[in-house]
């Protein structure tokens, strides 16, 4: 018996994982879906129902008369223009930080000349009005 005990106390060595096996839990890792994928799917359900409702178009009930037939036409909850509008954000390329430095500067230069400009022709038609029409020195 105090044999028994002496073999259950013994240490049990943990072996290492190979890399055949550590490329298995990886690969296995992989193919389960992480938690936010999970989570997205599970809000895009309700957003995707949302979106098909608010994407269909109605037609209201109405009687058989001028009246009824000016809006008894095919409506929407969006208006075409939002949608045509959204459509169009989606086909924007944004300039990266690089382009948005430089065409910053070109701001900055273009007022700067644009001001001395004005400047220049402000200074001069001064001169011209004191000299020349006034008359006063």
């Known amino acids: ?3 028994e005990s002496n073999e259950s106390k013994k ?3 943990r072996k290492a994982p190979t890399k055949r096996e550590q490329s298995e839990q990886i690969r296995a890792k992989a193919d389960t879906p ?3 994928r999970s989570a997205t799917g599970k809000l895009s359900k309700p957003a995707d129902a949302t979106k098909r409702t608010l994407k269909k178009e109605y037609y209201l009930p109405l009687p058989d008369n001028k009246v009824g037939r000016f ?3 095919r409506r929407s909850f969006i208006p ?6 959204f459509a169009e954000l ?14 910053t ?4 230069v273009f007022a700067i000349l644009i ?7 402000d200074k001069g038609l001064e001169e011209l009005f004191k000299n020349i029409i006034l008359d006063l020195k």
């Open 34 to 36: 992480k938690r936010i």
């Open 11 to 13: 240490r049990r060595v």
């Open 71 to 73: 809006f008894n036409k």
């Open 115 to 121: 001001g001395c400009t004005v400047a220049a022709v």
């Open 105 to 108: 500067f070109a701001v900055f």
């Open 1 to 3: 018996m105090a044999e």
């Open 80 to 85: 075409s223009y939002f949608r045509k509008s």
């Open 90 to 103: 989606k086909l924007v390329t944004w300039p990266n930080r690089r382009d948005t430095w430089r065409l």
